[in-house]
């Protein structure tokens, strides 16, 4: 079955510092790949995504993702975490499919 | 360009009734899925309508049901609700994810059940 791990449910860096979130999907064909960001009762809000065309993406907020087909990663990061980017973050996969298959989500706290 | 809206933001239903969701798509999009995110998880895919029918289904129950309107709007049903459908209910609008387009969210309605 296809599937979207994401290592660490808590991440923690001081502001400034590199945000690292990690991402490994599971399929046989490499899917359509996404990263959104959810605040606190809010929706999800897409950062970026990968269709193929490149495999770095540059998303908003300063944001990118690289997709590493030998790895099977779609690791989320960013050089400097700012405090407003303390939010939770979720993969998700969508394998030529009418659905997406979301990560447990990453939360990630900015320490001042 | 109004994004998904999504009504109510919030409600508390008692177990053993029923409630309706609501959903309007992102201007153009014809696509509405369908989320359920318990709390501390990924969204889980219930359902997804286009051109007003169920395309496709994810794992829950029959007594989640929805439909979608010719104004691409859409409602989400559950009846008999029991404490664990507990959950930020998510709409999703999109074109056609096949083709790698991304979702648009809402930002949720958060149903309590007591």
């Known amino acids: 079955a296809q599937s979207v791990t994401q290592l660490g449910s808590h991440v923690s860096v001081s502001e400034g510092a590199l945000v690292l979130l990690r991402c490994n999907y599971s399929?046989?064909?490499?899917?359509?790949l996404f990263w959104y960001v959810q605040y606190p009762n809010q929706g999800l809000q897409l950062l970026l995504k990968?269709?193929?065309?490149?495999?770095l993406v540059k998303g908003i907020n300063g944001f990118e993702a690289e997709f590493k087909k030998s790895e099977t990663s779609f690791h989320l990061t960013k050089p400097s975490a700012h405090m407003s980017d303390a939010a939770e973050y979720f993969c998700a996969a969508s394998p030529g499919t009418y659905k997406y298959i979301f990560g447990t989500g990453t939360r990630l706290k900015v320490l001042a | 360009d109004a994004g998904v809206t999504q009504s109510p933001t919030h409600l508390i239903k008692t177990r053993g009734q029923q409630v309706t969701l609501r959903c309007s798509p992102k201007?153009?999009?014809?696509?509405v899925s369908w989320y359920q995110q318990a709390l501390g998880q990924g969204p889980q895919f219930i359902f997804q309508y286009y051109e007003e029918e169920e395309r496709q289904r994810g794992n829950f129950p029959d007594r989640f049901s929805g439909h979608q309107f010719p104004n691409y709007s859409s409602e989400l049903n559950v009846n008999a609700l029991l404490l664990g459908d507990s959950a930020l209910y998510l709409c999703?609008?999109?074109?056609?994810?096949?083709?790698?387009?991304?979702?648009?969210f809402g930002s949720g309605t958060r149903l309590t059940v007591v």
């Open positions: 201007s153009g999009h014809d696509t």
């Open positions: 399929s046989s064909v490499p899917p359509y």
């Open positions: 990968y269709t193929s065309a490149a495999t």
């Open positions: 999703a609008s999109s074109l056609d994810l096949r083709q790698g387009d991304g979702y648009t």
